[in-house]
């Protein structure tokens, strides 16, 4: 298990080559993160095992999920949260969240839960927070004593089958206080591949996961329909209740729920920002190493027809800015664009007078036109970053292909044609 860092530790080796614009984000948050983190274990095999990259996405994503959930917080309980008492991140694995909850939420509120119990561990003796190590079956947690103001569960319902799915929502809204919040996440049906099946019913689970815990047949991939999860709150729910669906308002991908116990407020009242997504694709230093040639995409969903503009620095110091023109294959329904078309290629071309060294810091930044707010695209060395971004292509090629390779064989079909070819061997041997 990770320690906590000495007080004489300097803070910029805490943070593991995260730097400016998410540096101030996470001013004394705690930076510790356990060897057995499934969601770290996911960003380092994305970024082929480099670290600093890692440790990069995955703050940038526990900053996303806060920002979105500082929102919601704000709306329903008053600037920092001021009429929240107990809170409960369902779900938190080793805390991406819960850490930075911290920030305006003292540790005697704050609960975190997970099936996990070194997450749940590691969670209390880390962030001094209150833990609870939860059943996989929803039937088996004890009746409810103490309710919580707002309970929070972001990718779980994501990888549940049916029964579970169902009892997990019947469960938090029961754990749920009078006038409190619930607020989760779903994939839609319509982040499934080209081709691939729709949910039957609204609903669909295949056995293919991350997660190096749980069972295939308890934890795998669930998609729904926005009529899915109606019928189900509509069923579950005890008393009146609001509730309204912001389409991938996590992450530019999950869907977020927000439900609210009684007939008031109204949750379709509030206009959530969700911020600009982007990626940087391609990186390129000429032989003189001082042309740098930089492409990728960024749009906008809070303004779809005004791109962010697109900032480059080099070791702090603004180099180049553009504005997206022309389409990025498969980035309009990546983030689900209206029509199909959509602004997002940019490229940056900058030439230094001197020699670009191998370890100038290069960030990039995407910023809103409309609010004005500056989110993270990339962080690293030059030489890191060249290295790296054809390795990253490459590898996410090969998962690609692995994911569908394993979502066919677990699909019906897929097994079905297990049994046909296991049936064609013994035919073939009794000839």
Known sequence: MSQKHAPGESLASRRGGITSPLHERIEGVEMSIHPGDS?????????????????????????????????????????????????????????????????????????CADVDPAAVEFQREQLGVQGIVTPVDPDDVPPVRDRFDAILSYSVLTHLPEPTFTGWLRRWLEALAEDGMLVFSVLDQSTLPPGAPRPREGFSFERWSESGVLSLDDYGSTRVTPEYVERVLSRVTPGEVRFHRFPRALWHLQDVYVVIRGAEPDPGELQLERGPAGCLETCELDASRRRLRLTGWAADPDGWHEPPEVVVEIDGERMGQCRPRGDWPGVARLLGAPGGALDAAWSVDYESADEIQPGAELRLEAISTVTGRRYAIASGTVDATLLLLPLVETSRRAEELQKQVTMFEASRFGRWRRRWMSLKQVLGRER
């Open 39 to 111: 969601m770290f274990r996911t960003a380092l095999a994305t970024q082929c095992g480099y670290r600093p990259a890692a440790v990069f996405d995955y703050f940038r994503s526990g900053l996303e999920a806060y920002d979105m959930t500082s929102q919601l917080l704000d709306w329903r309980f008053g600037t920092e949260w001021r009429g929240l008492g107990r809170l409960l991140d369902f779900g938190s694995g080793y805390g991406r969240l819960t850490r930075l909850l911290l920030q305006p939420l003292p540790a005697d509120r704050l609960w």
